[in-house]
């Protein structure tokens, strides 16, 4: 049962440059999102899915778009990168979207790098 | 707004000794909280949930959490510290956002384990 699944782990950009982070999920999970966590910052919601073509933005959601055209699979956009969005990006997802008393799971990260 | 404080942003033990990790929450209803460690490199592990099933909470590796109401506590406390252990461990909550759920973090506890 392999769970959230990220790729890539790492990867460095450069400004004005844009890319896909992949998110994908095996456990049929309803709710999906994204987070950044930067130092002395903790981890900041970006934008979540709680379901099938259904998106919504989070706390921080400039500059990134999400799509979620299957259950499974959550890719986040970075439409044109800055240096404030290098962080370490999350994906998780919970069995429900509404009820409170389900837990995220989290895959691994990406850890990107905007020069 | 439900908010958590993790009071500590760095612990340090002796490998055998007492680990306590402090968690207060704000809230006006009984919260859903949640324990998270993260190993260098990786993503959010669930540690342990608090569901208002029993105030006692017993998670993985041999922590485990007591609800207090009256003090707004969630501690985390394991017997004895392993080397394994050395981690950052986050307290979480759960509060309805914009029709869905998310999670509140604390900003983290750096947990070292001394030989």
């Known amino acids: 049962n392999a769970g959230v699944t990220q790729t890539p782990k790492f990867q460095v950009l450069k400004t004005g440059q844009s890319m896909t982070l992949q998110c994908a999920q095996d456990?049929?999970?309803?709710?999906m999102s994204w987070y950044r966590q930067d130092p002395g910052m903790g981890l900041r919601l970006i934008h979540y899915?709680?379901?099938?073509?259904?998106?919504d933005q989070g706390e921080v959601p400039n500059g990134y778009n999400v799509s979620r055209s299957t259950t499974e699979d959550f890719p986040l956009r970075l439409l044109s990168a800055a240096p404030s969005q290098t962080s370490v990006y999350f994906c998780a997802s919970s069995y429900s979207g509404t009820a409170l008393n389900q837990p995220q799971h989290f895959g691994d990260g990406t850890r990107l790098s905007i020069l | 707004a439900q908010s958590v404080t993790q009071l500590g942003s760095h612990v340090s033990v002796s490998e055998g000794a007492l680990v306590l990790l402090r968690c207060n929450y704000s809230s006006s209803v009984p919260p859903y909280l949640f324990w998270y460690v993260q190993y260098p490199n990786q993503g959010l592990q669930l540690l342990l949930k608090y569901t208002s099933a029993a105030t006692l909470v017993k998670g993985i590796n041999g922590f485990e959490a007591e609800f207090k109401k009256s003090e707004t506590s969630f501690h985390l406390t394991k017997p004895s510290a392993h080397m394994s252990d050395a981690a950052e461990y986050f307290c979480?909550?759960?509060?309805?956002?914009?029709?869905?759920?998310?999670?509140?973090f604390g900003q983290g506890t750096r947990l070292t384990i001394n030989p």
């Open positions: 899915s709680v379901g099938a073509g259904i998106t």
């Open positions: 979480a909550v759960t509060r309805p956002f914009q029709g869905a759920q998310k999670l509140v």
């Open positions: 456990m049929n999970h309803e709710y």
